[in-house]
């Protein structure tokens, strides 16, 4: 049975990517509350007062690389799963966030319409 | 323009004078669905669980109905609606507000956008005082 009102913290500074995000979490039934940060430093700043059930995080962030921010979550909240997006998407990058505990990674510009599916597994 | 009545590059960044926006999204009744950091952390911070909680409750109650009338107008007539009114954070601070519909495919206007500027420093204002902002 899945759990009912789903808090999830997107981290992104692309315009492009909240503008796609918004309508999908509008239609994902547990989901009700989004926390939106355009950086590293604000992605810390919610993350120090609020436990999302998931992160979408995005690896190329103005301040800091967003794998940067994926190793502070896997410190601080391992249960928490956290989905990577990026362009960055050759096997490389899989392969460091997937080792550094990531749970999903898709391909930010051909992968984005698997986001829904892969929310509702995940949430 | 987007297709949310807005540009959606207003809504991430700073404003000219380089002070951050607020970002709210609600329904109708004022439920909050999305907030950008700033928000979360300048206001939703001291609510707990933060989920399905009411704008209102962040509101100061003389200035409820001001957002009331607001989200009305937004959501009814479908006009983009500016006002002020306080928002709580420990103590409570004048912010001025833009709400627009956003619209959905079928033109329905189901959910409210809420960009917000701190008025914080502001000329006539008070910072977390009890005051009526100038008009």
């Given amino acids: ?123 | 323009m987007t297709k949310y009545g807005k540009a959606i590059g207003d809504w991430i960044g700073t404003s000219n004078d380089g002070r951050p926006y607020y970002l709210v999204v609600t329904d109708a009744e004022g439920r909050m669905s999305f907030t950008n950091a700033h928000f979360y952390s300048s206001f939703q911070a001291a609510q707990a669980p933060p989920i399905r909680n009411s704008f209102f409750n962040l509101v100061h109650e003389n200035d409820r109905q001001q957002l009331m009338e607001a989200l009305s107008r937004c959501s009814l007539r479908q006009e983009a609606v500016n006002t002020e009114f306080r928002v709580r954070n420990g103590h409570f601070r004048w912010v001025k507000w833009e709400l627009s519909g956003i619209r959905k495919p079928e033109n329905m206007s189901e959910q409210i956008l809420c960009l917000g500027k701190d008025m914080a420093n502001a000329p006539g204002r008070i910072v977390g005082g009890e005051a009526i902002p100038s008009k």
């Fill in chain 1, 1 to 123: 049975m899945k759990k009912e009102n789903r808090t999830v913290l997107i981290v992104d500074d692309s315009i492009l990517v909240m503008e796609r995000m918004i309508p999908i979490m509008e239609e994902i039934d547990n989901i009700s509350f989004v926390v939106h940060a355009a950086s590293y430093r604000e992605g810390l700043e919610v993350l120090s007062r609020l436990t999302p059930d998931m992160v979408l995080l995005d690896i190329n962030l103005p301040d800091k690389s967003g794998i940067e921010l994926l190793r502070v979550i896997q410190e601080q909240h391992p249960e928490i799963p956290v989905l990577m997006i990026s362009n960055h998407a050759d096997q490389y990058y899989r392969d460091i966030c997937e080792k550094m505990g990531a749970r999903y990674f898709l391909d930010k510009s051909a992968d984005i319409d698997l986001i829904p599916s892969v929310l509702s597994a995940a949430c």
